[in-house]
Structures are given as structure tokens and as C-alpha cells.
């Protein structure tokens, strides 16, 4: 049952079905319960839910069942009390191309309830902080990228809401950008409960104190970044090329092995990896061995069980997996 205790974000069997999709689940029996403060990182594919969930929690949708709280507050039934403490930067949101990032945050702050004086200077304030003071008076469209985004961010931040909403925020930015918001979102996380979905596992590695994993409406799993990894079983990642084939002399008896298109990947022990490491070497043949990451934990919790192996070793979800951004492009 849920239990309704101040700091928790407290969800109960939250189902989502849309007129439209014949009975398909966008959410199903979602249950978990996480402290309210940090950062909550939410990840998945395409049509995971995650935006969904967002939007539920941030009472912009209601379910279909279930029940959710955030600081005790009840999300369907205590909707106007919940909106006057949360902000959100959804997936969708650009900023006004003819407007300044100053009347950007202000006229936010406005629409909130701030009084003029108040919100002018609150929304310089807050720009300052975030390296755009002196782009406060120039006009969105001649702003990078990153900076339009951080324009966005400083409309949540400079609302002193307690919760903050942050649907797949640094999506579409550069690597270099990317790391400078990563360190915007990490001072944010330190005096406001931050929900941050992402397609970036890297991101999500970086950032987050607790993490949870989405896939097809269902919760796979939840925690913090080591306790996901004792949810694999093994320590360490191997991954081998598909070609020249395996010789038969290699024997695998404690790990697990799944073939994709290009490239073996073998999670296990660290006996087996340095025993598999030193037979590898001896018959020249190449492979990496790592410690197991949050992709081989979303391998393991959701390709794996579902039996969804076949992405493993695409091409292009390969070169997302190296630049950390196994799902970009993909937008739910």
C-alpha cells in the first residue's frame, strides 16, 4: 500500500491506458517509493513511459489506477496544492524566439504570482548564476543551443518550487554542453528534488542518487547505481568482436554470453574475465573488459529478460553506446 510520509516520492500501482492505443499499457502496476530530494533519474527507450510518468506526476495527466504522493501530497486528489511547490521543463518546450531570456524567467515568475520588482530581479539572479548574465538582454533565437536550454532551466530554478521536473533536458546537446549543464543540474540537486528523465547513460551515471529503469510501462528496476549492479549478478563486462568466430577452445562456465550482430558480449566473474582475458590474448584475439556499467545493466534487466537481444551490436545504438547516448534521437 502506499504510505503517504513527507520527503518520499511514493507511487502505487500507477496505470496509464490511452483512448486511442486498444488497451495497450503506456504504464502498468508502476510501483516504487524514493526519498524526495537529490536527483531521481528515469531511464528508458522509446515508448517507455518515462514522459508519461512525468507528465502524471506533474499533474498534467491524470492515470487510468493507481495513486502517486510527493511530500505527502497526493497527486490526483491534492492537484492546486501540488502545483504551487513543483516546476517542470517538459520534453517539448523550446523558448520564444523573440523574447530575452530576462523577459523569458520574469514573465514566468509573473505568471506564478511574483510580484514585478521582485521577479526582474529574481530572473537576473538566476541567469547570473548560470553564466548568462551577460546574454540576459539578447534575443533567445541568438543563443547556442545549450544556453536556449539553460534559459529554460532558469525558468524552474528561479521559481524556488521545491520540486523540480526535467523531461530529457540535454537532449540535442553537444558533448561539451552536455557536461556544463551536468553541472548546473548537480547544484539544482543539492536544495530541490530533481526528476530527470534522460536517453543518456552516462548522464544518468553522472548524475543521479537513485535511478530508476522503464521499459514497456513496467518498472525493471530501481536504486542506486551499485545497488542496480547486484541486481547482474557479475562484476565485470567482456565484449569481443563477432568476427573471426570464437574458437571452441574458449569455455565459458560461469558467466553469460549473447550474441549480437557485431560483437560478443559476455557478463561475469572476475575469475572467468581474467582466465577468458588470458586465453584471448594468448590466440590474439581482441576484446575490452570493463567493469559493468548502467548499459550493461539495462542489457541485463531489459534486452536480456525480454529477450530482446537483437539491438545489442547494431551499428548505431554501438556508436550511441561510446558518446553515452544509447537512445539519442529517439524521442517518446
Not at 502506499?2 to 503506456?26: F, H
Request: aromatic share 8%; net charge neutral; glycine share 8%.
Amino acid at each position: 500500500m502506499l504510505t503517504e510520509s513527507l520527503g518520499q516520492l511514493s507511487i502505487d500501482n500507477l496505470t496509464k491506458i490511452y483512448s486511442k492505443s486498444k488497451g495497450k499499457k503506456a504504464l502498468d502496476s508502476v510501483t516504487f517509493s524514493v526519498p524526495a530530494r537529490g536527483i531521481f533519474v528515469l531511464i528508458g527507450r522509446n515508448g517507455s513511459g518515462k514522459t508519461t510518468l512525468v507528465r502524471i506526476l506533474s499533474t498534467e495527466l491524470e492515470p487510468t489506477s493507481g495513486r502517486a504522493s510527493i511530500n505527502g501530497i497526493d497527486v490526483m486528489t491534492e492537484a492546486d496544492q501540488l502545483r504551487r511547490k513543483i516546476a517542470i521543463v517538459p520534453q517539448e518546450s523550446r523558448t520564444v524566439p523573440w523574447m530575452t531570456p530576462l523577459q523569458t524567467v520574469s514573465s514566468y515568475l509573473l505568471w506564478r504570482g511574483f510580484d514585478y520588482s521582485y521577479a526582474k530581479q529574481r530572473a537576473m539572479e538566476t541567469l547570473e548564476r548560470l553564466g548568462l548574465g551577460n546574454s540576459a538582454k539578447r534575443l533567445n533565437r541568438t543563443l547556442s543551443g545549450g544556453n536556449r536550454r539553460k534559459v529554460l532551466v532558469a525558468t524552474v530554478l528561479a521559481s524556488e518550487a521545491e520540486i523540480i521536473f526535467l523531461d530529457e533536458p540535454t537532449t540535442g546537446l553537444d558533448p561539451i554542453s552536455r557536461r556544463e549543464f551536468w553541472e548546473m543540474l548537480r547544484e539544482i540537486g543539492k536544495d530541490r528534488f530533481t526528476f530527470l528523465t534522460t536517453h543518456y547513460l552516462e548522464e544518468a551515471e553522472e548524475l543521479a542518487d537513485q535511478i530508476g529503469v522503464l521499459d514497456r510501462g513496467k518498472l525493471m528496476g530501481i536504486g542506486t547505481l551499485d545497488q542496480l549492479r547486484k541486481r547482474v549478478s557479475y562484476n565485470y563486462s567482456m565484449k569481443i568482436p563477432i568476427s573471426p568466430p570464437l574458437p571452441s577452445s574458449l569455455k565459458i562456465s560461469k558467466g553469460e554470453m549473447v550474441r549480437g550482430k557485431d560483437e560478443y558480449r559476455i557478463l561475469t566473474t572476475e575469475e572467468e574475465a581474467f582466465d577468458l582475458s588470458r586465453e584471448l590474448s594468448r590466440i590474439g584475439y581482441r576484446f575490452t573488459i570493463n567493469p559493468v556499467s548502467l548499459d550493461d545493466i539495462f542489457f541485463y534487466l531489459v534486452d536480456k529478460q525480454s529477450g530482446d537481444s537483437s539491438e545489442i551490436g547494431e551499428n548505431e545504438d554501438r556508436a550511441r553506446r561510446r558518446s553515452g547516448n544509447y537512445w539519442a534521437a529517439q524521442q517518446e
